[in-house]
């Protein structure tokens, strides 16, 4: 099975800090996701990314980045956190090429920006 | 852009009875891709169900099926013989068929089972 780690499951934060949201996938999956779930608006995509050092805005890019150095990791990076930026983080990965491939989550980061 | 809208946030459905959840979806593609995905307490998003745009039969997966509706551009999901563990957030995504295009979700339905 295909497993996709996020490395925290809760993380508190302050405002102003940098923040670094870590996901490792370990099926080969040239495609990774970010996305942010919020109640009432579902899942928004903030990045994704089709191979190593590439990236891919999203719809709600702005205070993030993002960075791909190998192609099992992608990490979400907050510069600034902000308390706005207080959400669901849920990375997911996928095959390229295959349109009827599944996403594969991983468990999402409650972040908690205070 | 392609746009999904899940018109219920929340439902309910006795156990063992039938619930349907809705989807529109809004697009100009004739090439493209559906999925109902289901997320529980737990979080881990998993996919239900999953239709090609060009097939006119409607996907089944056991108690799960889809009444895929084209010229209304509605994907609606049934659940037949509810249990327990069906309560979940479930959440109708698009994708195009065309290039190496991530999903598009709606906004969510929070579906309920009451013993």
Partial sequence: DVKVTQSSRYLVKRTGEKVFLECVQDMDHENMFWYRQDPGLGLRLIYFSYDVKMKEKGDIPEGYSVSREKKERFSLILESASTNQTSMYLCASSLMGRVLSPLHFGNGTRLTVT | ?115
Avoid at chain 2, 1 to 14: C, G, I, L, N
Avoid at chain 2, 63 to 90: C, E, H, P, T, W
């Fill in chain 2, 1 to 115: 852009a392609q746009t999904v809208t899940q018109s219920q946030p929340e439902m309910s459905v006795q156990e063992a009875e039938t619930v349907t959840l809705s989807c529109t979806y809004d697009t100009s593609e004739s090439d493209y891709y559906l999925f109902w995905y289901k997320q529980p307490p737990s979080r881990q998003m998993i996919l239900v169900i999953r239709q090609e745009a060009y097939k006119q039969q409607n996907a089944t997966e056991n108690r799960f099926s889809v009444n895929f509706q084209k010229a209304a551009k509605s994907f609606s999901l049934k659940i037949s013989d509810s249990q327990l563990g069906d309560a979940a957030m479930y959440f109708c995504a698009y994708r195009s068929g065309s290039g190496n295009t991530p999903l598009v979700f709606g906004k969510g339905t929070r579906l309920s089972v009451i013993a």
